[in-house]
């Protein structure tokens, strides 16, 4: 893996890059301005220009031609720009600046800053210029100097606000690729902690969710792995003595009930294999929620109906519903209340309860038994897949301990919650199911 560039290297290459595009920007813009100046410019030089040169004309001409040289010497030393009096017109100048100066009017030479002024009534011209060597004395007006006045003025606050900008980003993405590096080695409890990036916050709190639905997928891969292994060496070591059963059974009806029996470990074996792999299914949540907008009171009438066949005769159940309606999937939450009504047949002692109800929004189930209750310490277990509590290990109540698990995750997928208590009156365990009653559409 490449390793990932200091801030320092960073920093340097985007702010050589703003400051040489700021650069080229300020010259064209610099340019297009003398472009579009140029003639004003001239304009405002001459007409600066004029009272200064009619003066000098004047005390010129007062002057004998003889004298005119020393006038003219005594007269610079009030000017910051040289003068000189040429004896004609200069013949390096253009034809369109000689007939300028033949018809009595002054010329600038605006590349060069010199003013040619006639003199009237000889064939003398003024020379002044040029007019911006007083201007440029001293440092700020040389163009190191120039750079560094706009560096100074530009540059500073540019590199305070590109690295005030840049540093938090740079520090997100160091986070990100250090937590990217431990998932990839496989730490999948690593998180992008503290990222203040606005740029790179979303993509943290993404990673970090990410990496929380691969920890959860792989703790339960990891513990139906366990789990399906442990519960696999019962009937394997069933169909293993019953094979060795039915080597020494002596008549006709011993090899009837080893083979019924062994076909009742294969029939519990392939049940194992198909409620392990759906509920890894819904845990990976390949199983797409199919929203309905249910009346209440039909629907867990229907249910109770549904599941009387396999309720216990010496178990009374009741309903207590209240008028409404809830929006989920139906076939999901069929499997999560029938779950919660057969874990209660299995441990009551002769009473199971089912209320439902509606309050703030939510749709609140509770499922009551009179059985022998669920310790406190133990109740968040009850949702783990394949575990069973002490008063069930004998399998006298059967199952692989899936049950309420599948509970908890369908009421995930819903947006809810399940829980763990203790039922009253009857003194048993309740189980709950409380989820959204309509849900936002996905």
Not at 74 to 92: K, N, S
Not at 135 to 155: P, V
Not at 291 to 316: A, G, M, N, R, V
Not at 339 to 345: D, E, I, K, Q
């Amino acid at each position: 893996m490449k390793p990932l560039p200091g801030l320092a290297p960073l920093f340097a290459r985007y702010f050589v890059q703003t400051m040489v595009v700021q650069f080229v920007l300020l010259l064209g813009f610099v340019g297009l301005l003398i472009l579009l100046t140029s003639g004003a410019e001239r304009d405002r030089i001459e007409l600066q220009m004029a009272g200064p040169v009619r003066m000098i004309q004047r005390q010129l001409l007062s002057q004998p031609p003889a004298a005119r040289a020393t006038e003219l010497h005594t007269i610079a030393e009030l000017y910051a720009y040289p003068l000189q009096l040429l004896p004609a017109t200069p013949a390096g100048l253009s034809d369109d600046a000689r007939a300028w100066l033949a018809s009595g009017n002054n010329w600038l030479d605006a590349d060069r800053k010199l003013l040619y002024a006639p003199l009237p009534g000889t064939r003398q011209v003024l020379l002044l210029g040029p007019l911006e060597d007083s201007l440029e004395q001293g440092w700020l007006h040389s163009e190191a100097g120039l750079f560094l006045l706009w560096f100074g003025f530009f540059g500073v606050p540019m590199a305070l606000l590109i690295y005030l900008n840049l540093r938090p980003h740079w520090q997100a993405l160091k986070a990100l690729r250090f937590t990217a590096t431990q998932l990839a080695e496989g730490d999948l409890s690593a998180r992008a902690a503290n990222v203040k990036s606005p740029m790179f916050g979303p993509l943290a709190e993404l990673i970090n969710d990410m990496a929380s639905k691969l920890e959860r997928q792989m703790e339960t891969r990891q513990a139906l792995a366990h789990a399906v292994a442990h519960e696999l060496r019962t009937p394997v070591a069933r169909l293993r003595f019953g094979l060795t059963m039915l080597d020494e059974a002596e008549d006709e009806h011993e090899r009837h009930q080893f083979r019924e029996g062994m076909e009742r470990d294969l029939t519990e074996l392939d049940e194992l294999l198909n409620i392990s792999l759906s509920y890894a299914r819904l845990d990976r949540g390949e199983v797409a929620l199919q929203y309905e907008t249910i009346d209440l009171t039909e629907w867990f009438e229907d249910l109770i109906q549904l599941l009387h066949p396999l309720k216990p005769p010496h178990i009374s159940l009741t309903l207590d519903c209240m008028a409404g309606s809830a929006t989920f999937d139906r076939k999901l939450m069929y499997v999560a209340t029938r779950n919660l009504l057969l874990n209660a047949f299995k441990y009551a002692a002769g009473k199971v309860h089912m209320q439902v109800w509606l309050a703030d929004g939510q749709l609140h189930i509770d499922v009551d038994d009179d059985g022998p209750g669920i310790p406190a310490d133990e109740r968040d277990r009850v949702f783990e897949p394949f575990q069973r509590l002490d008063r069930s290990r004998d399998r006298a109540t059967g199952g692989h301990g899936l049950g309420l698990s599948f509970v908890r995750l369908i009421t995930l997928h819903h947006g809810g919650a399940a829980s763990a208590g203790e039922a009253r009156p009857l003194g048993g365990a309740r189980m709950t199911i409380q989820l959204p009653q309509h849900p936002p559409a996905p």
